[in-house]
């Protein structure tokens, strides 16, 4: 183990603002395509598995490099979460994907990520380690490549990085997707990219609640995820892993793992999700508004700036979607 430290950096591209813009129209434009398919909604994590409601606890006693901003000082908060899809389309859950958890911290005043105050802080995790790509410039071709096809990925890969390279990151991709989910109550949720925590910088994970899902769970996600409710709540442990080195704890590389041996998980919080309506005009209206509520890492207090490349990246086409959408 080795002590968080606060000299992490981020390398800011001279090109970086000019691109980002671009990323963000052609997100847009995508998102328009696919709209008119599916009706209004997000560019990435369109298909919403379900929207509950619950708690978040702050633990006391946290070491000095944890006890920020959030986390500063024991507390209970009210939350939302998201669970979702990660694709652009709203195919059947057994498809492979990745998988989303969104969560939404309210009741909070503080100044916020982009200035002026923010009464929520949201973390948006994934069921995996590491992000799909280096920066943002090879996710985007991704993307683009994705909406003609698999084999336009193929070309993009062996395209951008040359045969044997793009091959194997191909490979490394489709591992992602294909790996084995159990379901959005037993899987490991992580930021995957850091943010600031005070003067420190980390990422933040969501441990399972439930160990196993059920038989046939990947047919209906959302049905696995309320027969898991339906024996009590849902509790989650909430751990941040701290920056210590760029060689163990890149900053601006997505792709590349954090080491936990040098950077070992603290438990920060629980987050709880309590028996709530599943079914009725209630739980409708509850996934509708949960449908429309815009859930963003750059909605972050001032001591949890997203940090790098990707996640600059994120603010720029985030926004943009939001608009597309009509969410507020």
């Known amino acids: 183990m080795i002590q968080p430290a606060t000299d992490w950096q981020e390398i800011t591209g001279p090109d ?4 980002h813009e671009r990323y963000a129209k ?10 008119k398919e599916y009706g209004t909604g997000r560019a990435l994590h369109r298909k919403q598995i379900l929207g509950l409601e619950g708690t978040f606890s702050v ?6 490099h944890a006890a920020q901003g959030l986390f500063a000082r024991p ?10 899809n990660g694709g652009l389309d709203r195919k059947a859950d057994s498809v492979p994907d990745i998988r989303g958890l969104a969560l939404k911290i309210l009741g909070l005043d503080h100044p916020g990520a982009l200035g002026g105050q923010t009464n929520s802080q949201d973390f948006l995790t994934i069921n995996q380690e590491v992000f799909s790509a280096k920066d943002s410039k090879e996710f985007m071709g991704v993307v683009e490549a994705s909406v003609k096809g698999h084999l336009d990925v193929l070309k993009y890969m062996i395209r951008t990085h040359g045969l044997w390279t793009g091959l194997l990151r191909m490979k490394t991709a489709i591992g992602m997707l294909t790996r084995t989910f159990r379901g959005f109550a037993s899987e490991t949720f992580n930021t995957v990219l850091p943010f600031a925590c005070g003067p420190y910088a980390a990422r933040l994970r969501i441990l399972p609640a439930r160990k196993e899902s059920f038989p046939d769970a990947k047919k209906d996600w959302a049905a696995d995820l309320k027969k898991h409710l339906g024996q009590g709540p849902l509790v989650h442990e909430v751990q941040l892993q701290f920056f210590v080195s760029e060689e163990a704890t890149p900053i601006e590389d997505g792709s590349r793992p954090w080491q936990e041996k040098l950077s070992p998980w603290i438990t920060v919080g629980t987050l709880t999700i309590p028996q709530q309506p599943l079914e009725g005009q209630t739980a409708l209206e509850r996934e509708a508004r949960m449908d429309q509520t815009i859930f963003d890492p750059w909605n972050a207090l001032s001591e949890h700036r997203p940090l790098g490349e990707i996640m600059r990246a994120r603010k720029v086409a985030y926004f943009a979607s939001q608009k597309a959408r009509g969410a507020r």
Do not use: G, M
Not at 16 to 19: F, I, L, N, P, Q
Not at 75 to 84: D, E, G, K, N, P
């Open 75 to 84: 507390a209970s908060y009210a939350c939302l979460i998201r669970y979702s």
């Open 26 to 35: 052609l997100i847009t434009i995508i998102q328009k395509r696919k709209s």
């Open 16 to 19: 970086e603002t000019s691109r």
């Open 59 to 64: 633990h006391d006693n946290l070491p000095v």
